[in-house]
């Protein structure tokens, strides 16, 4: 991936798309505890995931992806963010996650945030829309983690050879 635009462009990531998921901000940080209390709560149930939490201090691992799920919202969606989306996806690599358990938990994200739209936006076409932006910037998060699994991969075939 080359820029921040392409991705964009690839998913029809669009101005309304940004604003829409700017709007949601207020909502999104209204739920931000229960948000990282269920993400975790999920993630330490899970043998093979709470292996992984349990080498890091769990304090900061809230602190971490609570951030990141208010990261959704804030708008700039740049290169900086481009860069800032490749930096997570190496940091699960170097703990050793299975790449499975960052689908998984992108799972129960857009089932969240889903739901959190279903019960907050009775208008039919607003929901449609911000759930539409909410799938898109979930799913462009999805990419760029699984391209650093994927950017791993080469490197050890490369040095396999
Ligand atoms: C760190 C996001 C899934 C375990 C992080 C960081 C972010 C993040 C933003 C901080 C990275 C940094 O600044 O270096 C996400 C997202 C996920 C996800 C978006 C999927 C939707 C998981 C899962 C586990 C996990 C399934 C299960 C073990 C960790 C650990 C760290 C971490 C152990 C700390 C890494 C370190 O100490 O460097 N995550 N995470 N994450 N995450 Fe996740």
């Known amino acids: 991936?080359?820029?921040m635009q392409d991705l964009k462009?690839?998913?029809g990531f669009?101005?309304?798309d940004e604003e829409l998921l700017k709007a949601f901000q207020p909502l999104a940080a209204q739920h931000k505890e229960r948000f990282s209390g269920e993400f975790h709560n999920y993630l330490y149930g899970?043998?093979?995931t709470t292996a992984i939490l349990n080498t890091s201090n769990r304090q900061r691992l809230l602190?971490?992806?609570s951030n990141w799920f208010m990261s959704l919202f804030n708008g700039a969606y740049d290169n900086n963010y481009l860069n800032h989306l490749t930096r997570i996806g190496h940091a699960h690599v170097k703990v050793g996650l299975n790449v499975h358990f960052v689908n998984v938990a992108m799972n129960r994200v857009r089932h969240f945030l889903l739901n959190l739209i279903d019960e907050n936006y009775p208008d039919r076409d607003e929901r449609r829309a911000l759930r539409e932006a909410t799938?898109?910037?979930l799913d462009m998060n999805l990419d760029i983690m699984s391209a650093s699994y994927r950017e791993e991969e080469l490197k050890k075939v490369f040095v396999s050879r």
Do not use: F, V
Request: charged share 40%; glycine share 0%; aromatic share 6%.
């Open 46 to 48: 899970l043998p093979e």
């Open 63 to 65: 602190e971490m992806h």
């Open 135 to 137: 799938e898109k910037i």
């Open 9 to 11: 462009d690839h998913y």
């Open 14 to 16: 669009t101005d309304d």
């Open 1 to 3: 991936m080359t820029s």
